[in-house]
């Protein structure tokens, strides 16, 4: 899993920062999380080919969330894309196709589905699940999580002493199919080990901290969270319903999570080590996100 960071300044530009949108890379896919203006461009100097986006999940309508939208879909459209594009989003989505459909006169000639969600499972199969919960924002707004599903490890010297001969039938129990081996049947169980758990990621999306996001960010590898402001503007932060560098940390501490990037930053700082510092003074894994910064997981 790749996590690529092509926005994450708040409602203004600056000149360091673009409008908010991640870029995530596993499973064979690239799926987009919001897709603020100037994506486009920011996926060409990430060299991420935006012709490789499956899925792209909206968090909420605001237009620093939205607003590269109908330059991407374009774009895709000129350059010949022939494969379907999902794009997911809260109560509300039609409204944003609709005014799409009356912008430059688009005429997409590739399969575009779009899919209105609420709270709850979203995608679940062999290799990830993804899922949408409701937050506190000044308009509806989901968070959303990615888990990869990990297999068991292959236990190969308990197959062997079982006399499944190596080849094709290790692949077919390690992907739980039974096989016969001298007329007995061997049970993918009997050579797989313990369950193993999977990386996640969740992103917050805007919202004010809440107990809803403590629980939907429970065991996250790499929790994303908005920060907007700094403990300082604590009055500004629940002024717009957004979240401080403390909240943010709160958060990453009482779901357990492994680590905190802060994102989503206002463009009234110039300096962000004392957001970092007030942070870690809670969370210590922290750090605070730039633009076209990778992440690995």
């Given at each position: 899993?790749?996590i690529?960071?092509?926005?994450t300044?708040?409602?203004?530009?600056?000149?360091?920062?673009?409008?908010?949108?991640?870029?995530?890379?596993?499973?064979?896919?690239?799926?987009?999380?919001?897709?603020?203006?100037?994506?486009?461009?920011?996926?060409?100097?990430?060299?991420i080919?935006?012709?490789?986006?499956?899925?792209?999940?909206?968090?909420?309508?605001?237009?620093?969330?939205?607003?590269?939208i109908?330059?991407?879909?374009?774009?895709?459209?000129?350059?010949?894309?022939?494969?379907k594009?999902?794009?997911?989003?809260?109560?509300?989505?039609?409204?944003?196709?609709?005014?799409?459909?009356h912008?430059?006169?688009?005429?997409?000639?590739?399969?575009?589905?779009w899919?209105?969600?609420?709270s709850?499972?979203?995608?679940?199969n062999?290799e990830?699940?993804?899922?949408?919960?409701?937050?506190?924002?000044?308009?509806?707004?989901?968070?959303?999580?990615?888990?990869?599903?990990?297999?068991?490890?292959?236990?190969?010297?308990?197959?062997?002493?079982l006399?499944v001969?190596?080849?094709?039938?290790?692949?077919?129990l390690?992907?739980?199919?039974?096989?016969?081996?001298?007329?007995?049947?061997i049970?993918?169980?009997?050579?797989?080990?313990?369950?193993?758990?999977?990386?996640?990621?969740?992103?917050s999306?805007?919202?004010?901290?809440?107990?809803?996001?403590?629980?939907?960010?429970?065991?996250?590898?790499?929790?994303?969270?908005?920060?907007?402001?700094k403990?300082?503007d604590?009055?500004?932060?629940?002024?717009?319903?957004?979240?401080t560098?403390?909240?943010?940390?709160?958060?990453?501490?009482?779901s357990?999570?492994?680590?905190?990037?802060?994102?989503?930053i206002?463009?009234?700082?110039?300096?962000?080590?004392d957001?970092?510092?007030?942070?870690?003074?809670?969370f210590?894994?922290?750090?605070?996100a730039?633009?076209l910064?990778?992440?690995e997981?």
């Amino acid at each position: 899993m790749e996590i690529t960071f092509l926005g994450t300044s708040s409602a203004v530009h600056s000149y360091s920062r673009s409008h908010p949108s991640i870029a995530l890379k596993a499973f064979g896919e690239t799926i987009l999380f919001d897709c603020g203006e100037g994506t486009q461009r920011q996926l060409i100097y990430a060299k991420i080919s935006p012709m490789k986006i499956s899925k792209i999940f909206i968090t909420h309508y605001h237009g620093d969330h939205i607003l590269g939208i109908p330059g991407l879909l374009q774009s895709m459209n000129f350059r010949g894309r022939e494969s379907k594009l999902t794009i997911y989003g809260p109560e509300g989505l039609d409204n944003l196709r609709q005014a799409i459909s009356h912008l430059g006169f688009p005429n997409f000639d590739f399969p575009l589905e779009w899919v209105e969600i609420d709270s709850g499972t979203i995608i679940e199969n062999e290799e990830y699940i993804i899922k949408a919960q409701r937050v506190k924002h000044n308009t509806l707004t989901l968070a959303y999580s990615v888990e990869e599903l990990k297999k068991p490890r292959f236990l190969r010297e308990k197959a062997i002493e079982l006399g499944v001969p190596e080849g094709p039938l290790f692949g077919k129990l390690h992907n739980g199919i039974p096989v016969e081996v001298n007329g007995e049947i061997i049970q993918p169980e009997q050579v797989l080990g313990p369950p193993r758990k999977g990386n996640k990621l969740t992103y917050s999306g805007d919202t004010v901290p809440c107990e809803e996001m403590i629980e939907f960010s429970k065991n996250s590898t790499i929790l994303i969270h908005e920060s907007t402001y700094k403990a300082e503007d604590r009055d500004k932060a629940d002024l717009h319903a957004h979240s401080t560098s403390t909240d943010a940390a709160n958060i990453a501490l009482q779901s357990g999570s492994k680590e905190l990037i802060l994102t989503h930053i206002s463009t009234r700082y110039t300096e962000l080590d004392d957001m970092l510092k007030e942070s870690k003074e809670i969370f210590e894994k922290t750090r605070i996100a730039k633009d076209l910064m990778k992440v690995e997981l």
